[in-house]
């Protein structure tokens, strides 16, 4: 396959739809297409953090709509060898000497659906905004939960959200995943974490995690409402079109403007929700903390 230009994306300034040229079509080998255009609005899925969902949508060609059923990463080397999709690709993410491509998955090519045809792509605009309202409460989730957890630090991890505590969402994640509905996050509170100094257990007048828990649901999600409340403008900073550019997440809260790096989707205003709730739990042996975030939406 000869080189192909990174591919252009529209997602981070909440695009859903758009035209453009099919650059290359790619058997997938079951029954299956990928579909590679120079420009477009769909946000893929990221193979080295999937935590947001790819979008879907339809691609149109010559009068015909295909449902696109999926949105991967791709990529093609420097010399212009084998398209490579997802965990396939051997580079780190963004690697400037490989060209980084959006892969729309359709069924069955039709014959018109070659390198130069005319596309109009359109993303499935409900679900889309679904994903963007669970991908910024999981961001604000994260400063709720660190500001509540920050009595908790014995000494100074090294590490400070945007609002100045001490870090918890980045320094015990291990997992983030979002859906139509919530965002789950898991984190690790094993020894790495205590080294760091964190503490689950009592100390001084500090009840252990698992008692304070109810509590320290409470007040993140007090926290939570104040902000929804203020209608907060969210926005994604771009510094360029391409689909590696680093792209930041904005949020003009009460509190401060805080900032978090982000290649998803996301809502404009935070005014746009009525309501944004967690529930924590805590796993049994106390190693493993699971916040489920659920907006609703206005």
């Not at 290359?24 to 299956?32: S, T």
């Not at 910024?136 to 090294?158: F, I, Q, S, V, Y």
């Not at 980045?170 to 965002?183: G, Q, R």
């Amino acid at each position: 396959m000869t080189s192909l230009p990174t591919t252009r994306v529209g997602f981070p300034t909440g695009a859903v739809t758009g035209g453009s040229t099919v650059l290359a079509v790619h058997p997938l080998g079951d029954g299956r297409t990928g579909v590679v255009t120079a420009e477009t609005p769909f946000h893929p899925l990221d193979h080295t953090w999937p935590d947001q969902p790819a979008d879907t949508g339809t691609l149109t060609v010559d009068g015909t709509e295909l449902p696109v059923l999926d949105c991967l990463t791709a990529a093609v080397g420097p010399d212009g060898g084998e398209l490579l999709v997802g965990a396939d690709i051997p580079v780190r993410r963004g690697d400037e000497a490989w060209s980084w491509l959006v892969l729309h998955v359709v069924g069955e090519a039709p014959a018109g659906l070659l390198p130069g045809a005319a596309v109009e792509l359109a993303v499935d605009a409900e679900r889309r905004a679904a994903l963007s309202a669970s991908h910024t409460g999981c961001h604000l989730l994260a400063l709720a939960l660190n500001e509540a957890l920050a009595p908790r630090w014995r000494k100074d991890p090294g590490r400070s959200d945007a609002l100045g505590h001490p870090d918890f969402d980045s320094l015990a994640m291990a997992s983030s995943v979002m859906d139509t509905e919530a965002s789950t996050d898991t984190y690790r509170l094993g020894k790495s974490l205590r080294k760091k100094g964190f503490t689950a257990e009592a100390a001084d007048d500090l009840p252990a995690l698992a008692e304070a828990l109810p509590a320290v649901t409470a007040a993140v999600n007090e926290r939570l409402a104040g902000w929804v409340a203020a209608d907060a403008p969210v926005r994604i900073e771009v510094p360029g079109p391409e689909l590696t550019a680093r792209r930041t997440w904005h949020c003009e809260l009460p509190a401060g403007p805080a900032q978090l790096a982000c290649g998803g989707t996301h809502l404009h205003r935070l005014g746009q929700l009525s309501a944004l709730e967690t529930e924590l739990t805590l796993s049994a042996d106390g190693t493993e903390l699971v916040a489920v975030t659920r907006p609703k939406r206005v």
